[in-house]
């Protein structure tokens, strides 16, 4: 059974940063992009970032590219998501995501793994 595991959220003021990790469990997911999604209270899910297997292809969502930078070491079944510059519109609980293939998949029902999500929140 495949499982998603993320880390490294917590409160940080706004203009700090934080760094998101995602370890997966069970196998290896191979040639699997890797996302992170995020859902603020009463909206929709989105996708901030994803990164495709050999990292050579990438997505930013226009409200994170410049600050954000996501990264992956396949030798440790890890994906890992830099956030610099947070703002208060950052706050929400971030999710990673895995799906075959490219990574230019916004919707999230296009994503076939999901982690519990990590809670970030960003204090004004």
């Known amino acids: 059974q495949v499982q998603l595991i993320e880390s490294g959220g917590g409160l940080v003021q706004a203009g700090g940063s934080l760094r998101l990790s995602c370890v997966t469990s069970?196998?290896?997911?191979?040639?699997?992009?890797m996302g992170w999604f995020r859902q603020a209270p009463g909206k929709e899910r989105e996708l901030v970032a994803a990164?495709?297997?050999?990292?050579?292809?990438?997505y930013y969502g226009d409200s994170v590219r410049g600050r954000f930078s996501i990264s992956r070491d396949n030798a440790k079944n890890a994906a890992y998501l830099q956030m610099n510059s947070l703002n208060a519109e950052d706050t929400g609980t971030y999710y990673c995501?895995?799906?075959?293939?490219?990574?230019?998949?916004?919707?999230?029902?296009?994503?076939?793994?999901w982690g519990q999500g990590t809670q970030v929140t960003v204090s004004s």
């Open positions: 995501a895995a799906r075959p293939g490219t990574p230019n998949f916004i919707y999230p029902s296009e994503w076939d793994y």
């Open positions: 069970g196998r290896v997911l191979v040639d699997y992009s």
């Open positions: 990164i495709a297997w050999h990292a050579d292809g990438f």
